[in-house]
DNA sequence: TAGATTGTTAATCGATTAACAATC
DNA sequence: TAGATTGTTAATCGATTAACAATC
């Protein structure tokens, strides 16, 4: 009946969401000029996006502009940041010590998005018992109780292919609820666990495709 | 006139192209199983799609199945595999040869669809000169003679965001068509330049996004 | 004031979903 | 034959684009 329940509902459009951190991005190094006032006429020219697109989106995560003047850099990067949430910080577990797992632990860069990786897990026993980056990397075995101490409820997934699947099962089981996957496989797993594959055929797919289109194979 | 014209025109709809990577990984393991004909509604079932959209996705791959049959398996992943163009190798430089960059040059999955790096470029003195899993690192200075003498058309970008846009601009300048960026910044480019912005924030932030829409912040 | 810019409402476009006919 | 499955055509849905009114 209300309109404030029914609004509520929706959730953000995934085109949407996706251009959230380009603006994010974008509007810091303005600030970083020194600029302090943005159109979205200038926006969307740089980001080569439609203009009204770009204020709809803004008008999104809550920021307004004044006309003439247009928006204030400063309270829309605040708009932006608090609308993706960057502040919390949220424990990860990361199952995969092999190289690429090894390289997030080191990666302090997931950290300014919130994500913070507590502990990696591996098979190998080479590996178990080493730290990288202050980071331990701990069995397998003990994931499912490391887990449920720690209260962890999301986990990145760096292992081969072969090995994705099981690893996420176990995570599933020992209480995580989202998993960010980069091994070179679709995982298949429960309607109500959230998943990202991230994956690398797909993004070689979509540029030969672009390129394509723009008439060089 | 020809409908045969106006039909070529038109590029691979974004959605459909980027679940054929799924549906390629999704039927090698069923192949590995030993399944030889398969329903698009099983398929799906499992992928969590619905029967008609996998239907128009195969067809769009010039796949055709039996009534009561289903599709052969093996002529689907060959169907998905020519569509995709990984037969074809293409060679690519990269630039940045930090943890990221040197687990790339170690990753030989991306061989597997057709990704081939054949040097890496840096700025820093100690890692110039060294080679990584068979591939050399040169002096970034160089990189628009090697483009241009091995006739390179692809990059990849894995150094810090500060250096990302420039990079960009000397690949560009060295005959580079095609950026598949790694370094977390998002590159404002020349329109006819190919650019694929891998970003964490955004992965990140669509993770959240999904763990909100089931209900949990 | 005039003009740049915001913000909203309507029209278009494209992809997904649904309904149904064709086939083995 | 009956039923599972393909393949096509129409209806729905959501996002983008366009048109326009409001405002500083």
Redesign the pocket.
Known sequence: MTEAVKSKEKGV????LS?LPAYLDYLKKKQNEGTEY??????GNDLE?????V?????YVG?????????EVNSLISNLENFLGYEDIIPVVLAGAGQLGRTFMCYDGFAEYGVKIVAAFDIDEKLIGQYVNGKPILNIKDLPDICRELNIRRAIITTPASAAQEVAGLMINSGVEAIWNFAPTYLVLPKEIVVLNENFANSIAILRNKLKEKGRG
């Open positions: 459009p995934k085109p949407t251009r943005i159109s979205t006429t200038k926006m996006l439609y203009h009204v697109q204020r709809k989106d803004l008008a920021a307004s502009g004044k006309p003439k003047t247009g928006y």
